[in-house]
């Protein structure tokens, strides 16, 4: 990959990853959050493997696969899961990327203790202000009252960003030599599983054929489950797990704004501001050395 393109990819994936938040909610009408899930997975399953298999990809080792499995389970069954289930319970858009975009923080800490992975003064110092940005999206939607909250809702949005954490510390610390197709792939068929099975003791409601759930389906198949998630396994293949996490910092508040746009979701001022603070965040964080 070129220099530009590779300094490109984090905020193609920034901008790429927010819409998730708003598939989530399209996606949530007309299907079972769970159901939604396993067949979206299960799809880009089959769509890695049948592009890894036809390119001759390498293949994964057995410890390879296994760990891809429980990064998996973390990133996408416990993560997603965990999202799409607050927002079917009445959670705003919005506040669930704001929610979901706080485990940089824990993910910075965690990698510090366990991988062993230093960040520089002014990379505290970014996700410090990535942090402080999201608060300030957090406040301007306190402020609009647009906020109904249940305590379901919140433990979901809660749980999913431990996953996200625990899968991408996995990740960085048994991925890097794994094979970015078949290991995607292999991340997908577990989740898709996992998550069938959640669906059966959740009693989803099953996943109704009408042209909003299919487009949301496609996008997040082809644009979250396939475009973006390879892109961020590429970073973390080449980046800190602190630094490729920070990127989330970005994506609530750009939620916020889509979600604004799309539903009528009141943004205010703060918004905008948290947004520019969280853009300097992750600006600090990504800097190279010198």
């Not at 431990?162 to 960085?172: D, E, I, Y």
């Not at 048994?174 to 577990?190: C, D, E, I, K």
Request: aromatic share 8%; hydrophobic share 60%; no cysteine.
């Amino acid at each position: 990959m070129s220099t530009g393109a590779a300094a490109a990819a984090p905020w193609l994936f920034v901008v790429l990853w927010s819409t998730g938040f708003v598939v989530a909610r399209y996606g949530t009408e007309d299907a079972g959050p769970l159901t939604f899930l396993a067949i979206r997975l299960a799809i880009a399953a089959l769509v890695l493997g049948g592009i890894a298999a036809a390119t001759g990809s390498e293949r994964p080792t057995r410890r390879q696969a296994v760990a891809a499995g429980v990064s998996g389970l973390g990133m996408h069954a416990v993560y997603l899961g965990g999202v799409f289930l607050a927002i079917s319970w009445g959670m705003p858009s919005g506040i669930g990327a704001l929610i979901a975009g706080l485990h940089p923080v824990i993910t910075a800490v965690a990698a510090r203790w366990l991988l062993h992975e230093r960040l520089r003064r002014v990379q505290w110092a970014g996700v410090a202000l990535g942090f402080a940005g999201v608060i300030v999206v957090v406040v301007d939607r306190l402020l609009a009252k647009s906020v109904g909250l249940t305590l379901g809702a919140l433990l979901a949005a809660g749980l999913s960003v431990l996953g996200m954490s625990a899968g991408t510390l996995v990740q960085r610390r048994h991925g890097n030599s794994t094979p970015l197709l078949w290991g995607t792939a292999t991340q997908y068929l577990v989740s898709s599983v996992a998550l069938g099975l959640a669906a059966t003791l959740h009693a989803d409601e099953g996943f109704t054929p009408t042209a909003r759930s299919l487009f949301a389906l496609a996008w997040a198949v082809v644009v979250l489950s396939i475009a973006a998630v390879l892109i961020m396994l590429w970073l973390l293949q080449r980046e800190a797990a602190a630094k490729v996490s920070s990127l989330f910092f970005l994506t609530p508040a750009l939620s916020a704004i889509e979600g604004a746009i799309l539903f009528g979701e009141q943004l205010g001022p703060l918004a905008l501001i948290g947004l520019a603070i969280a853009l300097a965040g992750v600006a600090l964080t990504l800097r190279p050395a010198r």
